[in-house]
């Protein structure tokens, strides 16, 4: 890989792994647009993203009714002088839901911990279920000039690579 290549891979690991929040976009009932906010954690292993959910909250009940969805990961305003610059990345990702007490559903929960130890109450209550975002695609704006789209085998390769 050239530099250029290399400087935009290491600028998306370091987005996804140093940011907590994201915009989460579903469908709704209607097929209108909804977005929420939701912490996340970077799975090593998987790569997907991992998020725990309220079976209360409307984005958990759009996620049952159409698994695909978009995750928006934006750098803190204070980190540009330009926000038409801000380094971002938009992901393609597809809910996928580990059986509750099953292995899988362990070690997230255990990753999401780590990275979000205040939610320890939240794993407690009944009707809070983790969610496994797969990683499909990224496209990713790192400022002027830095555009380009990743396949989720490629984003998957790259943050395996840095958080093995």
Known sequence: M????????RLLVLLLTSRSTAALATLDDAGLPAVSMVPYAVEAGGPDLLILVSGLAAHTRQLHAQPRASVLVCASEDQTDT??????????VEARWPEPGSEAARQGLQTYL???????MLTELPDFALARLRLLEARQIAGFGAARTVDGTRLGQLLRQTLD
């Open 114 to 120: 780590a990275r979000h130890p205040s939610a320890g």
């Open 83 to 92: 926000v038409h610059a801000l380094p971002r990345v938009t992901l393609t």
């Open 2 to 9: 050239d530099d250029h290549v290399n400087r935009l891979d």
